[in-house]
């Protein structure tokens, strides 16, 4: 059995040299030993300690400079403008938490103070605060080297949280993983934060991702990338261990886009040209990739549907991020191109061999759609299927059969959308953002954004994996019943020395409680 692994270039079509010795069963034991120690004292450090944590890696990651961006070129071959883009995205999530940390409300502290006069019964003094919920395992994404990877999102708001955490690193782009976690275990350091508070592992999802996810130190799971990986995880975390854990798992969504007939009449030649570089953007390899298209059966859309198949013809071929995803790629659009009922609209040569992509477009109808369920499969690449619907209650059926996505868009006048509103208010069950009059591709990191939906496109509908509320995912409420004052966490001391802001026998204030 191999004892190291290596990444692949695309670019290159080889191995880079450099090998990763597989973490040895002692290194992982005592990975998960220092993790488990170091949950009280890590929990215990101030808001603003942790975000001064989180800012060092921000600052330790901008310090990696052009050999971080060179490395991941040559292990992902993402072109520098899109990684260093994703670079920056990253530190601005870390700031985030780190912001969020030092306003200090994000704890939802609540204090039902005691009355003991109550009749017939006093009532006790009660305070409630987030706590972290404890070590967290992170699986890190292909397509996202940074940013959804070794210090991104799920890191982040773990830490933040204050949790341990353990990244498995994705073997796409160890090089990168390595260099970003040295930069963690720096800043780390600089800032006293306690032995095991991160770690990155290497090894493969199967032996040892179901490993780290089957002990019973690990509390949760962040996840992104396939359906099956997600699947393997989820049922290790909740049916094979003593004790289940959240697992929090982005996995596969096509992000359905409706083309109301007004518009699409009107703009024909803009939604066309937009749509075919959100289904290109990255090589398709997006997890908001638009992979799916609803419009009705009428002049414009089959305008439109000639429009994005020249649009997409003149795009040109681009590498992907490594040979499996290329393959998949290949080997998912055939099955959909010999599916009874789908039809070519465009389709470009095989490049496996090179590793890269072209685009396709394929076309059913909504009646096959609605009949095969293999139709929703994800084809991660430059790939999008036009299903087009004979009518308005086609159209709606078709909507009301898909399965849970990150996205839904919908492109349509105003009065359309109003009277369109019965399809909006079915789209937005099935999705985690809603969009209108644009493409799905695009992520803002902001307070409001969702990035999440329900099954299959994440394993718990109830929250985002990108923005503040990602925090959320890695605490949970405790309550302290007539806790002596120095014992209570700092932020439900009476002085509230940090000045966060807290709900006080139902009012919400920054005061102390008297
Ligand atoms: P992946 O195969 O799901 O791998 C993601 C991580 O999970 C890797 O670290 C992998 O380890 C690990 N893993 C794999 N099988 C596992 C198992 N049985 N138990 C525990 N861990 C396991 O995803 P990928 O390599 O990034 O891309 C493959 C496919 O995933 C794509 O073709 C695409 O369909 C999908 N994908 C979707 C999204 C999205 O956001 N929707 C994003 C990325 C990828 P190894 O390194 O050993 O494989």
Same mark, same amino acid.
């Given at each position: 059995?191999?004892?190291?692994?290596?990444?692949?270039?695309?670019?290159?079509?080889?191995?880079?040299?450099?090998?990763?010795?597989?973490?040895?069963?002692?290194?992982?034991?005592?990975?998960?030993?220092?993790?488990?120690?170091?949950?009280?004292?890590?929990?215990?450090?101030?808001?603003?300690?942790?975000?001064?944590?989180?800012?060092?890696?921000?600052?330790?990651?901008?310090?990696?400079?052009?050999?971080?961006?060179?490395?991941?070129?040559?292990?992902?071959?993402?072109?520098?403008?899109?990684?260093?883009?994703?670079?920056?995205?990253?530190?601005?999530?870390?700031?985030?938490?780190?912001?969020?940390?030092?306003?200090?409300?994000?704890?939802?502290?609540?204090?039902?103070?005691?009355?003991?006069?109550?009749?017939?019964?006093?009532?006790?003094?009660?305070?409630?605060?987030?706590?972290?919920?404890?070590?967290?395992?992170?699986?890190?994404?292909?397509?996202?080297?940074?940013?959804?990877?070794?210090?991104?999102?799920?890191?982040?708001?773990?830490?933040?949280?204050?949790?341990?955490?353990?990244?498995?690193?994705?073997?796409?782009?160890?090089?990168?993983?390595?260099?970003?976690?040295?930069?963690?275990?720096?800043?780390?350091?600089?800032?006293?934060?306690?032995?095991?508070?991160?770690?990155? %592992?290497?090894?493969?999802?199967?032996?040892?991702?179901?490993?780290?996810?089957?002990?019973?130190?690990?509390?949760?799971?962040?996840?992104?990338?396939?359906?099956?990986?997600?699947?393997?995880?989820?049922?290790?975390?909740?049916?094979?261990?003593?004790?289940?854990?959240?697992?929090?798992?982005?996995?596969?969504?096509?992000?359905?886009?409706?083309? %109301?007939?007004?518009?699409?009449?009107?703009?024909?030649?803009?939604?066309?040209?937009?749509?075919?570089?959100?289904?290109?953007?990255?090589?398709?390899?997006?997890?908001?990739?638009?992979?799916?298209?609803?419009?009705?059966?009428?002049?414009?859309?089959?305008?439109?549907?000639?429009?994005?198949?020249?649009?997409?013809?003149?795009?040109?071929?681009?590498?992907?991020?490594?040979?499996?995803?290329?393959?998949?790629?290949?080997?998912?659009?055939?099955?959909?191109?010999?599916?009874?009922?789908?039809?070519?609209?465009?389709?470009?040569?095989?490049?496996?061999?090179?590793?890269?992509?072209?685009?396709?477009?394929?076309?059913?109808?909504?009646?096959?759609?609605?009949?095969?369920?293999?139709?929703?499969?994800?084809?991660?690449?430059?790939?999008?299927?036009?299903?087009?619907?004979?009518?308005?209650?086609?159209?709606?059926?078709?909507?009301?059969?898909?399965?849970?996505?990150?996205?839904?868009?919908?492109?349509?006048?105003?009065?359309?959308?109003?009277?369109?509103?019965?399809?909006?208010?079915?789209?937005?069950?099935?999705?985690?953002?809603?969009?209108?009059?644009?493409?799905?591709?695009?992520?803002?990191?902001?307070?409001?954004?969702?990035?999440?939906?329900?099954?299959?496109?994440?394993?718990?509908?109830?929250?985002?994996?990108?923005?503040?509320?990602?925090?959320?995912?890695?605490?949970?409420?405790?309550?302290?019943?007539?806790?002596?004052?120095?014992?209570?966490?700092?932020?439900?001391?009476?002085?509230?020395?940090?000045?966060?802001?807290?709900?006080?026998?139902?009012?919400?204030?920054?005061?102390?409680?008297?």
């Amino acid at each position: 059995m191999s004892t190291s692994l290596q990444s692949f270039s695309t670019l290159k079509g080889a191995y880079i040299p450099t090998t990763f010795p597989i973490s040895t069963a002692a290194e992982v034991e005592q990975v998960l030993q220092d993790a488990a120690a170091a949950s009280i004292p890590f929990g215990k450090k101030t808001f603003i300690e942790r975000a001064e944590f989180l800012e060092a890696i921000a600052d330790e990651i901008m310090e990696l400079g052009d050999a971080l961006l060179e490395k991941t070129l040559e292990e992902t071959a993402l072109p520098l403008a899109r990684l260093t883009g994703e670079r920056g995205r990253t530190c601005t999530q870390l700031k985030l938490y780190a912001n969020l940390l030092r306003n200090g409300s994000w704890c939802d502290a609540v204090i039902d103070t005691a009355m003991p006069e109550r009749q017939p019964l006093p009532r006790a003094d009660l305070r409630r605060i987030l706590q972290p919920i404890g070590p967290v395992l992170v699986f890190g994404a292909s397509n996202f080297p940074y940013a959804y990877s070794t210090a991104g999102g799920d890191t982040a708001s773990a830490l933040a949280a204050g949790c341990p955490v353990i990244v498995k690193a994705h073997e796409s782009h160890l090089g990168t993983s390595e260099l970003v976690a040295k930069a963690v275990l720096r800043a780390a350091e600089k800032t006293g934060m306690p032995k095991g508070v991160f770690a990155s %592992l290497v090894g493969t999802g199967p032996i040892l991702g179901q490993q780290l996810a089957a002990d019973e130190r690990i509390q949760a799971i962040g996840f992104t990338g396939s359906y099956k990986a997600g699947m393997a995880l989820y049922t290790t975390a909740t049916q094979k261990r003593k004790t289940p854990i959240p697992v929090y798992a982005e996995m596969s969504s096509i992000n359905p886009v409706i083309l %109301l007939p007004e518009l699409l009449a009107q703009k024909t030649a803009f939604i066309a040209a937009a749509l075919a570089g959100s289904i290109c953007l990255g090589v398709g390899q997006f997890c908001t990739s638009p992979g799916l298209i609803f419009a009705l059966d009428d002049e414009a859309t089959q305008s439109f549907a000639a429009e994005l198949a020249t649009a997409l013809a003149a795009v040109l071929p681009a590498t992907m991020l490594n040979p499996q995803i290329c393959n998949t790629y290949y080997a998912n659009k055939k099955q959909l191109v010999n599916t009874k009922n789908v039809k070519i609209l465009f389709e470009g040569s095989e490049l496996s061999e090179v590793f890269q992509a072209t685009p396709a477009l394929l076309q059913t109808t909504a009646l096959h759609f609605m009949a095969n369920p293999s139709l929703q499969k994800e084809i991660f690449g430059p790939c999008s299927l036009l299903v087009v619907c004979k009518n308005q209650q086609e159209l709606y059926a078709a909507i009301a059969t898909m399965e849970g996505q990150l996205t839904g868009s919908v492109y349509g006048s105003t009065e359309e959308l109003i009277q369109h509103q019965q399809l909006v208010d079915t789209l937005q069950q099935k999705v985690g953002r809603l969009i209108f009059n644009n493409v799905p591709t695009g992520v803002e990191v902001c307070n409001a954004i969702v990035h999440g939906g329900p099954f299959p496109a994440t394993t718990d509908a109830r929250t985002t994996s990108v923005g503040p509320e990602a925090i959320r995912r890695f605490a949970r409420p405790v309550c302290y019943q007539d806790c002596p004052e120095a014992l209570l966490p700092l932020y439900l001391r009476n002085s509230n020395k940090a000045g966060i802001l807290r709900l006080v026998n139902g009012i919400l204030t920054i005061e102390a409680v008297a």
